[in-house]
């Protein structure tokens, strides 16, 4: 058996002669331990939290989305058309018209966007599973809409009102606005029902007819602001996108969902890298704890490494030692606080202990990519925490 490596298992198993040491070891394990914890929750939390906001923007973004370059609609011919339906990995897809409108119900207003769909839609994004109540556009009734329950809240709209519809307000394209009266386009809808989803999703569209929408924003029939796409297999969605592009050409811009939402996916990661960088700082300074446990252990243990030196080890056999053991100790720590940890993840992903709302407990998710990265980073701090208290050693101090 390796020497050092003999001697640093005795010395971490047996107590020292001095309570106060025995101690400081202990609070050394407690601080490792904790710091595990804390670090792997935090990381399979925001990992839970990433994979609950992408499920949020697969429930209102499509795989693909074609748009212009320039301006704000585009005419769809015949050409795309064929396109579309030549591809054999797009499953579905949709006609859109966007446009930013004015919202007016009874004496309270807001804005938002109309967002007229044909009947594909629920194809491409699931909205109508989405519904917290009421039903989805029936393309057998005309100017019906559904919003996001962000707006229902604001104007205090409901379902179904026949008495008083949703008034919806444009303003006509012009350089000026000499009769505010003939400066608007209008027109009124009913609210059929309710949808949710993320905070900004809920509060920006109201859903209506595709013809409805054309017609408030004196739109051609084939002209639209956008097409939605659903593919068959969307772990090609990067291929599919720039065969589109390839194939459309330059005047128009074909993006992923992650394209449409970069900023999102940017700000996510983001808060999980400085996470990481936060809690790892936590880490070291919990770390320090063992410095000094290892410090205070080569003071105790002096007369046994002038013992072994005489016997013929090396200093650098001594100083391994203790960075053996250091190490050692991190790494009991490591595996304590590896297993609370993953025993709190499970916990909370299969019974929801720590809830967000009354109905939404707070995610987390195990991810084996977290596990090994709270091992490895442990691990090396732990063995760069006792090779510092290791250099402590020298031979006047060992002779002394």
């Given at each position: 058996?390796?020497?050092?490596?003999?001697?640093?298992?005795?010395?971490?198993?047996?107590?020292?002669?001095?309570?106060?040491?025995?101690?400081?070891?202990?609070?050394?394990?407690?601080?490792?331990?904790?710091?595990?914890?804390?670090?792997?929750?935090?990381?399979?939390?925001?990992?839970?939290?990433?994979?609950?906001?992408?499920?949020?923007?697969?429930?209102?973004?499509?795989?693909?989305?074609?748009?212009?370059?320039?301006?704000?609609?585009?005419?769809?011919?015949?050409?795309?058309?064929?396109?579309?339906?030549?591809?054999?990995?797009?499953?579905?897809?949709?006609?859109?018209?966007?446009?930013?409108?004015?919202?007016?119900?009874?004496?309270?207003?807001?804005?938002?966007?109309?967002?007229?769909?044909?009947?594909?839609?629920?194809?491409?994004?699931?909205?109508?599973?989405?519904?917290?109540?009421?039903?989805?556009?029936?393309?057998?009734?005309?100017?019906?809409?559904?919003?996001?329950?962000?707006?229902?809240?604001?104007?205090?709209?409901?379902?179904?009102?026949?008495?008083?519809?949703?008034?919806?307000?444009?303003?006509?394209?012009?350089?000026?606005?000499?009769?505010?009266?003939?400066?608007?386009?209008?027109?009124?809808?009913?609210?059929?029902?309710?949808?949710?989803?993320?905070?900004?999703?809920?509060?920006?569209?109201?859903?209506?007819?595709?013809?409805?929408?054309?017609?408030?924003?004196?739109?051609?029939?084939?002209?639209?602001?956008?097409?939605?796409?659903?593919?068959?297999?969307?772990?090609?969605?990067?291929?599919?996108?720039?065969?589109?592009?390839?194939?459309?050409?330059?005047?128009?811009?074909?993006?992923?969902?992650t394209e449409l939402n970069a900023l999102v996916y940017k700000v996510i990661n983001t808060e999980n890298f400085v996470s990481y960088l936060i809690f790892t700082l936590i880490v070291i300074i919990a770390?320090?704890?063992?410095?000094?446990?290892?410090?205070?252990?080569?003071?105790?243990?002096?007369?046994?490494?002038?013992?072994?030196?005489?016997?013929?080890?090396?200093?650098?056999?001594?100083?391994?030692?203790?960075?053996?053991?250091?190490?050692?100790?991190?790494?009991?720590?490591?595996?304590?606080?590896?297993?609370?940890?993953?025993?709190?993840?499970?916990?909370?992903?299969?019974?929801?202990?720590?809830?967000?709302?009354?109905?939404?407990?707070?995610?987390?998710?195990?991810?084996?990519?977290?596990?090994?990265?709270?091992?490895?980073?442990?691990?090396?701090?732990?063995?760069?925490?006792?090779?510092?208290?290791?250099?402590?050693?020298?031979?006047?101090?060992?002779?002394?």
């Amino acid at each position: 058996m390796n020497f050092p490596f003999y001697i640093a298992k005795r010395y971490l198993k047996s107590k020292s002669s001095t309570n106060a040491i025995n101690i400081i070891t202990l609070i050394a394990m407690f601080g490792v331990i904790v710091g595990t914890i804390a670090l792997f929750v935090i990381l399979s939390g925001f990992s839970g939290l990433r994979t609950f906001s992408y499920s949020l923007l697969n429930a209102s973004d499509p795989d693909i989305k074609i748009s212009p370059v320039s301006g704000k609609t585009f005419n769809y011919d015949q050409k795309i058309d064929e396109e579309l339906i030549s591809n054999a990995n797009i499953a579905s897809f949709s006609k859109v018209v966007e446009e930013r409108v004015f919202l007016k119900y009874k004496d309270k207003s807001h804005i938002a966007h109309i967002k007229g769909v044909d009947n594909n839609y629920t194809e491409i994004v699931a909205l109508d599973s989405s519904l917290v109540v009421g039903e989805w556009i029936d393309p057998e009734f005309r100017n019906t809409a559904v919003i996001g329950s962000g707006i229902s809240y604001k104007l205090s709209l409901r379902i179904f009102n026949m008495t008083d519809p949703l008034k919806i307000f444009v303003p006509k394209p012009g350089k000026g606005m000499l009769n505010a009266a003939n400066a608007f386009r209008s027109a009124n809808v009913q609210i059929i029902g309710v949808y949710s989803g993320s905070e900004d999703f809920q509060n920006k569209y109201v859903f209506t007819e595709l013809e409805v929408a054309q017609q408030l924003l004196n739109y051609e029939p084939n002209e639209v602001s956008a097409v939605e796409i659903k593919l068959r297999n969307a772990d090609k969605v990067d291929d599919e996108a720039a065969i589109l592009q390839q194939n459309l050409g330059d005047s128009f811009k074909v993006q992923t969902r992650t394209e449409l939402n970069a900023l999102v996916y940017k700000v996510i990661n983001t808060e999980n890298f400085v996470s990481y960088l936060i809690f790892t700082l936590i880490v070291i300074i919990a770390l320090f704890n063992v410095i000094g446990a290892i410090i205070m252990m080569i003071i105790d243990k002096r007369k046994n490494l002038k013992t072994l030196l005489n016997i013929g080890a090396t200093l650098k056999d001594i100083k391994r030692i203790f960075v053996l053991q250091g190490f050692l100790l991190c790494l009991v720590g490591l595996g304590i606080g590896m297993i609370l940890a993953v025993v709190l993840v499970l916990i909370q992903q299969q019974f929801g202990v720590f809830m967000i709302t009354q109905n939404i407990p707070y995610p987390v998710e195990f991810q084996w990519s977290n596990f090994f990265v709270v091992i490895f980073t442990i691990a090396i701090l732990g063995f760069i925490a006792a090779k510092i208290a290791s250099s402590r050693i020298t031979i006047k101090f060992v002779k002394k």
